[in-house]
């Protein structure tokens, strides 16, 4: 592959067991081996204070309201978007398991009138935009047989269920937010040739030699 002048930004999305972090660690390792330079994230961050706030959520250590925890898990991507920016612009790729449509679509999934999908996107407006996100999709009933849930706060088959409609919902918006459908209800091989193979194409894309841009 031609050297690009600025690192991707791409984004591994998907439900609960759709697979992220396993496909999160071999495209790393496919791009690494291709002679780039990577760098991994997730979010939550979970190390940060404000991380350790949402991580006391999760575990249901700690009560919050509805729209300060969706603040504080945009707090989360805010703190740490200079560090995306910087390494982007020196040539690193920055790999991320879950980002921004998590954060929207999770909160909407809670199904209140005054936390819409609109309402919950607002603060994000500004961050670093992905390249590509590539959403693992996998029907609910697929990833149930990978395994139980475990006991963090929406690990249950009907915020699963909702949060799949959602980001249904998300994908269908005017530009689809730069997301690639891929069927995560395979083998892993096959998953991550399709993924590398999205990667490959939008590596490709006129906007790859542009700066990276912002969220709008
Ligand atoms: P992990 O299981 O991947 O650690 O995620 N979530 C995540 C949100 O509600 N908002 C967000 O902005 C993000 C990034 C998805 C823990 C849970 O946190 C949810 C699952
Ligand atoms: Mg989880």
């Given at each position: 592959m031609a050297p690009l002048s600025r690192g991707m930004l791409i984004v591994i999305e998907g439900?609960?067991?759709?697979?992220?972090s396993t496909q999160h660690a071999r495209l790393c390792q496919s791009l690494e081996s291709q002679g780039r330079r990577v760098k991994r994230m997730?979010?939550?961050?979970?190390?940060?204070p404000i991380g350790k706030s949402i991580d006391a959520y999760l575990k249901g250590e700690s009560q919050q309201e509805d729209h300060v925890i969706h603040l504080l898990f945009s707090a989360n991507r805010w703190e740490a978007?200079?560090?995306?920016?910087?390494?982007i612009e020196e040539g690193t790729t920055v790999v991320i398991d879950r980002y921004y449509y998590s954060g929207i679509v999770y909160s909407a999934a809670k199904g209140k009138a005054d936390l819409s999908?609109?309402?919950?996107r607002d603060p994000e407006i500004g961050l670093p935009r992905p390249d590509v996100c590539v959403f693992l999709d996998i029907a609910p009933e697929a990833a149930a047989k990978r395994g139980g849930f475990g006991r963090e706060k929406y690990e249950t088959n009907a915020m699963q269920k909702r949060v799949r409609e959602l980001f249904y919902e998300l994908i269908a918006t005017s530009d689809g937010l730069d997301i690639c459908v891929v069927d995560a209800g395979r083998d892993v091989e096959e998953v991550e040739k399709d993924v590398m193979e999205r990667v490959k194409d939008v590596m490709k894309q006129p906007k790859m030699t542009q700066p990276l841009t912002e969220i709008l």
């Open positions: 439900l609960d067991r759709a697979g992220k997730r979010f939550p961050d979970r190390t940060t978007a200079a560090q995306i920016r910087n390494a999908l609109k309402w919950a």
